[in-house]
């Protein structure tokens, strides 16, 4: 049997809970046949929503779409904090949160938007001597993380439930967050919890969008497995980046490396297509010219 020619694409899928995103990865490899895919942007395994993979040569697009903004719905749990700031994570302390009142929730939000400097969960994969921060933590190691600029455009809360008299007093806050690449949605809950002075980890979390990719175009793994199918290169580009269509000189040009003239796009990655709507190249300008960040067709 003549095998069936691997497709280059992308994959959306909506991630379940408990799945690593190397699990899923691992999946669709088994799905699409190939070792060629990877993924933009980790999920942790107690999250579940969009997870972007690159399948073939996609897999080339992934570097310039790791940056995208991103978009979360959440809950906080206010009155209990935890070694890794979420769920996943040994209890720390636990205190009454009873008398967090809504008014007091929304100020210790406020802060927390816009452009801001975020000190990372101590077990994020943050790099620190070579080694992921969450490696040396789990080594019994103890991490100080440095605060990094971010960027979180909305944090609201949704709906603020809280326990009956007669259970432990917390608050749970459904949130939603919309944020620049980098943000933990982790360290916003503890810097929540801790401004109102009764700590806070994250509950629960669904990514509802990476860039320009929402849950309306996520798939599941069963979804996948019933009928495998990915999202060419072309309409990937044209949905992610911005597009400059090339003449066909322009095109052969830069199929064999050679700038181009600017045309007022900007540094970002654009994406360059041939008179036929082939993808050619990413392409950023620089001056008068736009030279090729990575070639796909030539």
Known sequence: MVPVPVPDGLVVVDKPSGWTSHDVVAQVRKLAHTRKVGHAGTLDPMATGVLVLGVER?????????GADKEYEATIRLGESTVTDDAEGDVLDVVDAGDVTDEAIEQAMAPLRGSIDQIPSSVSAVKVGGR???????????VELAARPVVVRRFEALAIRRSSPRERAVVDVDVVVECSSGTYVRALARDMGGALGVGGHLAALRRTRLGPYTLSSARTLEELAADFQVMPLAEVARKAFPVRELSADEARRLAHGQRLKAVGMGDKPVAAFDPDGWLVALVSESGPTARPLLVLRG
């Open 132 to 142: 992921r921060s969450y490696a040396r933590v789990r080594a019994g190691e103890v």
């Open 58 to 66: 996609a897999t080339r697009l992934l570097t310039y779409m790791v």
